[in-house]
């Protein structure tokens, strides 16, 4: 069964770091164009990463460049954002999804989500 | 960035109804455009790419058309199971952007 599964949510304060996970399996991870979404509580979905197959390649919108950094480890199936000096805003669910690879951009496969709180 | 907007942002309709949702974009981009479709609690699941390409799996009730700057997402016969909230995406340049979804109620 493809599959996506997100971990590393959490609670952290302002400032503070954490590290999310997802783990691929059922599929050849290493072809794949990998994503991170995030949905802040009670809103649309927000595009925050991603990384081409080989790593070389990575996107980032403007409000998380230089605090985000996505990357793989195509040899453990994993995707990961590392997240810091969060603020408030940031909370939210995160979602890795996988690019289609029928032209790119758009995501096929999703995980269940991880949520991510910050607050004091 | 480019700005996607949908309308209505709530539909409320009936089962069995014909049912179009609009998503226009800030500026063309051609035919680089999905729909995803979310219930609560669960990851958003793709429903249409490339504008008009149905997913593999997704109805065929369901329908994309457009370019450029404006796309409609079709639901031919809306079914229990649709009542969700829709989003259209643009992959035509970074950052992609999600329009501000649009909530599909039961009338």
């Known amino acids: ?120 | 960035d480019i700005q996607m907007t949908q309308s209505p942002s709530t539909l409320s309709a009936s089962v069995g109804d014909r049912v179009t949702i609009t998503c226009r974009a800030s500026q063309s981009i051609s035919s680089w455009l999905a729909w995803y479709q979310q219930k609560p609690g669960k990851a958003p699941k793709l429903l249409i790419y490339k504008a008009s390409s149905l997913e593999s799996g997704v109805p065929s009730r369901f329908s994309g058309s457009g370019s450029g700057t404006e796309f409609t997402l079709t639901i031919g016969s809306l079914q229990p199971d649709d009542f969700a909230t829709y989003y259209c995406q643009q992959y035509d340049s970074y950052p992609w952007t999600f329009g501000q979804g649009t909530k599909v109620e039961i009338k």
Do not use: H
Request: glycine content about 12%; hydrophobic content about 35%.
């Open chain 1, 1 to 120: 069964e493809v599959q996506l599964v997100e971990s590393g949510g959490g609670l952290v304060q302002p400032g503070g770091s954490l590290r999310l996970s997802c783990a691929a399996s059922g599929f050849t991870f290493s072809s794949y164009w990998m994503n991170w979404v995030r949905q802040a509580p009670g809103k649309g979905l927000e595009w925050v990463a991603n990384i081409k197959q080989d790593g070389s390649e990575k996107y980032y919108v403007d409000s998380v460049k230089g605090r985000f950094t996505i990357s793989r480890d195509n040899a453990k199936n994993s995707l990961y954002l590392q997240m810091n000096s969060l603020r408030a805003e940031d909370t939210a669910v995160y979602y890795c999804a996988r690019d289609t690879n029928r032209g790119g951009g758009a995501f096929d496969i999703w995980g269940q989500g991880t949520m991510v709180t910050v607050s004091s």
